[in-house]
Nanobody, 126 residues
Framework: QVQLVESGGGSVQAGGSLRLSCAASGYTDSNYYMGWFRQAPGKEREGVAAINRRGWISYADSVKGRFTISQDNAKNTLYLQMNSLKLEDSAMYYC????????????????????WGQGTQVTVSS
């Protein structure tokens, strides 16, 4: 069982930056996919960015050029650097992992992930 613990959320003004972290444990260095997802009140959970073991990356169009996903394999930690934050980025952000093969077009589909953290809140204000 994979354990995921997010941290780094908070409140920031529009245009500001935050870095989220996700500490992972309970899995071997096998094929994996890890991603950041978010869910705002009244909206469906959506994919933000995902990365695989080889470092290949997928971003949602809404965050391209502003957010950067990265991983530190030595620390088993996933990061999401969020710059130029907008009001519409406000949401609960979740880290998720999947240990079986996943086609690239589904990397940002939350239904394809079966290991989730508890989430960390990001609030962007004007």
């Amino acid at each position: 069982q994979v354990q995921l613990v997010e941290s780094g959320g908070g409140s920031v003004q529009a245009g500001g930056s935050l870095r989220l972290s996700c500490a992972a444990s309970g899995y071997t260095d096998s094929n994996y996919y890890m991603g950041w997802f978010r869910q705002a009140p009244g909206k469906e959970r959506e994919g933000v960015a995902a990365i695989n073991r080889r470092g290949w990356i997928s971003y949602a169009d809404s965050v391209k050029g502003r957010f950067t996903i990265s991983q530190d394999n030595a620390k088993n930690t996933l990061y999401l650097q969020m710059n130029s934050l907008k009001l519409e980025d406000s949401a609960m952000y979740y880290c998720a992992a999947r240990l079986s093969l996943l086609s690239y077009e589904n990397w940002l589909n939350p239904r394809e992930y079966n290991n989730w953290g508890q989430g960390t809140q990001v609030t962007v204000s004007s």
